[in-house]
């Protein structure tokens, strides 16, 4: 089975930056996506970003298009969530998930990591 470790979390002041990790293991298939979840008190489980392994195709939600950015160190097997201008509203725990492929929604993701929290707050 798929196993997805996130690391990075923490608590940082609005306008600070974080990079969060997510490190994959245990599978042979390499056409996949992974992405970012976040879940924010109170509020519904949102995709934060997304990139594929394959072909390094992104995709951000709107909410932090411009302050986000995502990459993958392949050898690593990792994949990287940089969150820059961060603001409250972004407090949440952020995981990372992964998918074979499709629309990237909750429902479609095949396995999951277990979160890292992030609070922004001053």
């Known amino acids: 089975e798929v196993q997805l470790v996130e690391s990075g979390g923490g608590t940082v002041q609005p306008g600070e930056s974080l990079r969060l990790s997510c490190v994959a293991s245990g599978f042979t298939w390499h056409d996949y996506v992974i992405a970012w979840f976040r879940q924010a008190p109170g509020k519904e489980r949102e995709a934060v970003s997304s990139?594929?392994?394959?072909?390094?195709?992104?995709y951000f939600g709107p909410p932090v298009r411009g302050r986000f950015s995502i990459s993958k160190d392949d050898a690593k097997n990792t994949v990287y969530l940089q969150m820059n201008s961060l603001k409250p509203e972004d407090t949440g725990i952020y995981y990372c998930?992964?998918?074979?492929?499709?629309?990237?929604?909750?429902?479609?993701?095949?396995?999951w990591g277990k979160g890292t929290l992030v609070t922004v707050s001053s």
């Open positions: 998930a992964f998918t074979y492929g499709g629309r990237i929604q909750e429902d479609a993701m095949a396995y």
């Open positions: 990139i594929s392994r394959a072909y390094g195709t992104t």
